[in-house]
């Protein structure tokens, strides 16, 4: 069965966010001065094939650690969508 | 009220992706050879002080058309959720 794989993967929360910064500098000159605790990081999807949703979680969560994150200074969040 | 924006923004399909290219053939690599279709976008959340949901998806919009998305390369997707 193939499903599509959104990952989500975020600074950790408490280390310093850089990028976050600058877009949130960059919002309040555009006059957005209502956009506040702006963080980016990356968005990555996929398909994947996989005998069920669980066994899909297991092989992202394990692409996750070994690839798509830095286990050190991000996070990730990860959805299983059936395709 | 405030909320907490979530938006997606990934290279619009069709176009050369080649972070998405070089993270498929890096997965394939690690003995992942099941992902197929990997594409690389941005990430980006921030609160929102809004009147309203509709108000603080209205906002993100704007935001994304100024700043956060590339309108000639690339696409978006919003999400507000109540904080």
Known sequence: MTFRIHVRVMPRRGLLDPQGQA?????????????????????IEFDLVAADQSAAATAARAMCAKLLANPVTEDYEIEVEPK
Do not use: W
């Open 23 to 43: 877009v949130e500098g960059a919002l309040k000159a555009l006059k957005f001065p209502d956009a506040t605790n702006v963080h980016v990081g990356r968005a």
